[in-house]
């Protein structure tokens, strides 16, 4: 998936109106939240290469750590 | 851990909810801002929920569905040998609320009657363990489940992981030998992940802690003094063991997920759900969500869903091939494959 692709489905998992970039940071963005991390984790089991922990989720700090935890 | 059980079935099943449907926005109060409310709702799929009037226990809802079984004449009171009830709340610590069953039921007094401590596997295991039972018990088995977790003092009232989506229900199912020319097998796959206990658990209020109130004994709003969730841990554990169990399952029938008629699995919420069924390339026309005005009921969500499908007019003689799979608190997920064609089911009933 490529950065753009990545973007896009971030911004629907979050359901935010944020313009998000690879270097925004998570804990600026009002909905990365429980709830968004939850979707996250749905979506990093469809998508991911490698499974993904709960604890690499909470501790991404960018928007490009979320990204290379899908395309690592 | 794999197996196989031979000649029993389900005979009647029946789930009592509440007729009083709560809606998410009410439940929450202003715990929950209106924008944030709206993704969760849109989330966990689950816009109402059933919530009993004060007074009502899980018992109380056991006693309604079996009652309507008896009076439909499916099966008589004297043809049970056995009834447990799959509950984490029981009416007092002690004793096992089954007893308590057996007499409001009139039931006869050559019973067996217990509690089982189980959380969202529960129905899984309770069919497990009532079909294991007939292996010898020469009448049959009233399975009893479901939580009454609504009130306040088991709820956290400032928990939103919890009060957006936990909803009041009970079912019972009865199980018995299947006739002479009738062969059914009921395989399973269980399996427990004890390392993880603390990801869904209730601290304090048993043997290792005590729970925590005022000089009044009003309960402190400490969330140790209530059921606590990992949220991320409980995702990830049903979205990678729950669909490898389900796999495996598969694999030790030899059957494709494409030869399942039905998947009745936990109605955690409906993003679990919806996952899921994708994560093992199912349709949601066969792996339902059926729980957006009920809410996730614990041990009795899986019967809830199908006296729900019952309700909507589900036709269970094309259901020969059914997934039921449970999974929750322990952590634990219990999955089976059985025949429910000729199950005798009643659609849901609200008291």
Not at chain 1, 27 to 54: G, I, N, R
Not at chain 2, 3 to 22: C, F, H, M, P, Q
Not at chain 2, 227 to 245: H, Q, R, W, Y
Not at chain 2, 295 to 303: K, R
Request: net charge negative; proline share 4%.
């Amino acid at each position: 998936m490529n950065e753009q692709e990545f973007i896009e489905k971030l911004v629907d998992v979050m359901d935010t109106e944020e313009e998000l970039q690879m270097d925004t940071v998570l804990e600026e963005v009002e909905e990365w939240d429980s709830l968004s991390y939850v979707s996250f984790l749905a979506l990093c089991s469809k998508v991911a290469k490698t499974h993904v922990e709960p604890q690499e989720v909470r501790d991404a700090k960018v928007v490009r750590d979320l990204y290379q935890l899908i395309n690592r | 851990m794999f197996g196989v059980i031979e000649d029993v079935r389900i005979e009647a099943l029946a789930t009592s909810l509440s007729k009083n449907r709560v809606p998410v926005e009410e439940r929450v109060g202003d715990l929950i801002k209106p924008k944030r409310l709206a993704r969760v709702i849109a989330g966990t799929g689950v816009e109402k929920l059933s919530i009993v009037q004060p007074g009502i226990s899980a018992s109380d809802l056991c006693v309604a569905s079996a009652e309507r079984i008896f009076d439909e004449g499916i099966v008589k009171r004297e043809d049970i040998g056995a009834v447990f009830f799959v509950t984490q709340r029981p009416d007092y610590p002690l004793p096992a609320t089954s007893y308590s069953i057996q007499d409001r039921l009139s039931l006869g007094t050559d019973v067996l009657a217990f509690d089982v401590n189980c959380s969202c596997p529960g129905f899984v295991y309770g069919i497990y363990i009532a079909a294991s039972m007939l292996s010898n018990l020469g009448k049959k088995v009233l399975l009893c489940c479901g939580d009454v977790t609504s009130n306040p003092d088991i709820t956290n009232p400032k928990d939103t992981s919890f009060l957006t989506i936990m909803g009041d229900a009970a079912s019972v199912a009865i199980l018995g030998r299947t006739p002479e020319n009738c062969k059914k097998k009921i395989y399973y796959n269980i399996d427990s992940y004890g390392d993880r206990f603390k990801k869904l658990y209730e601290p304090r209020g048993a043997a290792r802690e005590r729970k925590r109130t005022t000089a009044d004994g009003e309960m402190i709003l400490e969330p140790e003094n209530y059921s606590m969730m990992d949220g991320m841990a409980i995702t990830d554990f049903t979205l990678k063991e729950v669909p490898d169990n389900i796999t495996a399952l598969l694999k030790y029938v030899d059957l494709s997920k494409d030869a399942m008629d039905i998947a009745l699995v936990h109605q955690a919420n409906g993003l679990i759900v919806n996952s899921l069924a994708e994560k093992l390339g199912m349709s949601s026309e066969v792996m339902p969500f059926k729980c957006a005005n009920i809410g996730n009921t614990d041990m009795a969500s899986i019967p809830t869903a199908m006296t729900e499908l019952k309700k909507d007019g589900a036709d269970y003689t094309k259901y020969h091939t059914a997934l039921l799979s449970g999974f929750g608190a322990g952590l634990s997920v219990a999955s089976m494959i059985m025949d429910l064609s000729d199950i005798n089911i009643l659609p849901t009933n609200e008291i």
